[in-house]
């Protein structure tokens, strides 16, 4: 129970460590060396000691698992388009393909496309570390928290269970464990940054799909990564979460896309709705007054 | 082959025209029409506390405005209705805690973006007033600050019964974010319908005519203050017109209205009347919450839900074709 001031939008780091400040560390998931093995699902049961999840079939293509949640911090989606290619469907030359083959399979670009012109997308989700975290704003016991290196975690010894940030998300990463009663999410494994560690996930990642590093130097990473990945002819590629300047600040774990965000389940323009918390207090306000109007009116606006 | 591999843009959701799918209605942005958003994880608790948190708010505005108007019978009744509302309340919310016994976890800090953390504390002081309120109402008016108390109770109630809009409206939730501006005027006509209903049929009707000029008007305002919220929010307004938010919302209109016209009718003169219409309104009250709590839930399981006003933002914006910029109309 230590002193905790009135905490306002914007939770002030990194300037409330002080010293022990780190720079913001964060993910870049590069989905188009996905290669879809979740290696990066095991590898973060395994270290963060993470139940087992529904074991069941979901005949959605090779996604068993759904979604992230309690017992999922990361998620590899797989989704199957069927999309026409270039020559298959009359607008490029075969020499065109060809050469865009080439450059494909030189920069590494993994979309697996068979005759009939169905493909894979494959993308590793994850907790996207909000610079305005919903989760952490909306949260009334200061169970989640902002570390030293940006990144948004749950005190799992404070969390009381109430489910506030679990429909404040506005990516459902967070959810309750049921027979715990706790909400439980990525960590970006804070354990391991305190030792000079990479998250396990990014650890485990076969492709390098997983990048782990400081954000400043991932999102230049990243840019030139879908430079490549545009002249290579993958024309509908785009970062996700690079933005400063959307809903949530920019995430702190952002994306390289092989279409658009919704196509993977996630939202296209993800908005914290925190953001909107003035507007909805002022009404609120003026309900109460409202309120408080109809009844003076009903005592005194009649006989007794 | 082809014909049984589920594709995306063909898993069909319920036919809801007027939402953006791919190239059909019924069909999801999202693959196999999973949900963008998390459903919140909240039972039948929350639902019953916003009826009972809004009833004891509005019944300790009504106790402590009946007193100063010299109505000490009503007064009375109504203070009662508080400190019941305000003892039941914080059983409720405990109960619906993963970790019930870390329910004082709620006070260890105090934050406006969370309204839930705003409303611990109006919830806290509300009860510790309307509890020594009743208690000075019980020695006979030797507490000392028994008044200040009961003035203090009266005037947490207040937000005590609009808040609760805040908490739901400062969520992902599509239908619960986009209705924030006429939630919170919702939530306290069904306080003014509740309390006013309550009191109608406690107190005896030479006493309860105050009440029955709440009951009346909070029954009529939460009927047309939900139907506008409804109407306002457009192609969302789907999750209050099908399913259980759909049930609960005609049975608050029907309950309302006929516990509105009991009161109305007979309320003054015969003692059935009132406590016939003081249930229903109670029961309506309490069923228009259950409506919009359930349609958060309908509303956070369709991603046509969450992907549709985005895509018509960033449509607006201009920066449709690269996703993840949305800057937004504002005013």
Known sequence: MTGHAITLRGDGWPATYGAEAQPRMGFFTDTSVCIGCKACEVACKEWNRVPASSQGFTGESYDNTRALGADTWRHVAFVEQRKPVGAADGTESLVDVAARAEAADRWGLQTYQDGDGMRWLMASDVCKHCTHAACLEVCPTGALFRTEFGTVVVQPDICNGCGYCVPACPFGVLDRREDDGRVWKCTLCYDRLKDDKEPACAQACPTDSIQFGELDALRERAGARLERLRDAGADQARLYGEDPDDGVGGFGALFLLLDEPETYGLPPAPEDPVRDVGETWAAAGAAALALGAALVAAVFGGRR | ?331
Request: aromatic share 6%; charged share 15%; hydrophobic share 50%.
């Open chain 2, 1 to 331: 082959m082809s014909a049984a591999r589920p594709e995306l843009g063909t898993t069909r959701l319920a036919e809801r025209p007027g939402l953006p799918g791919r190239d059909r209605p019924d069909a999801s942005p999202t693959p196999y029409g999973r949900p963008v958003i998390k459903q919140p994880t909240w039972t039948w608790e929350i639902p019953v506390y916003f009826y009972a948190g809004g009833l004891a708010g509005a019944a300790a505005g009504l106790a402590r405005l009946a007193e100063l108007r010299g109505n000490a019978v009503l007064a009375r009744r109504a203070s009662a209705v508080a400190l019941a509302g305000a003892a039941v309340s914080p059983a409720l919310l405990t109960s619906d805690l993963g970790r019930p016994e870390r329910f004082l976890h709620m006070l260890r800090l105090f934050k406006v973006t969370s309204p839930m953390s705003v409303g611990s504390w109006v919830l806290t002081g509300f009860g510790t007033a309307a509890g020594a309120g009743a208690v000075d109402h019980a020695l006979g008016g030797r507490l000392p600050g028994g008044r200040a108390a009961r003035t203090a109770a009266a005037l947490l109630g207040l937000p005590l019964a609009s808040y609760t809009a805040a908490l739901i409206a400062t969520t992902a939730v599509p239908a619960w974010h986009e209705s924030r501006r006429l939630l919170p005027f919702v939530f306290v006509a069904g306080a003014s319908a509740s309390a006013g209903g309550a009191l109608t049929a406690l107190a005896p009707p030479a006493a309860a005519a105050p009440a029955r000029r709440l009951a009346i008007a909070g029954a009529l305002a939460e009927i047309v203050a939900k139907d506008r919220m409804e109407r306002g929010l457009g192609d969302l307004a789907d999750a209050y017109r099908s399913g259980p938010a759909h049930a609960a919302g005609i049975g608050a209109q029907a309950c309302l209205a006929a516990g509105a016209l009991a009161v109305a009718a007979g309320g003054a003169e015969s003692r059935r009347a009132a406590v016939a219409g003081g249930a229903l309104l109670n029961i309506g009250a309490l069923l228009a919450r259950l409506s919009v709590f359930k349609a958060g839930f309908a509303s956070a399981a369709d991603p046509r839900h969450t992907v549709g006003p985005q895509r018509a933002r960033l449509a607006a914006a201009g920066g449709g074709a690269t996703g993840g910029r949305a800057p937004r109309p504002r005013g």
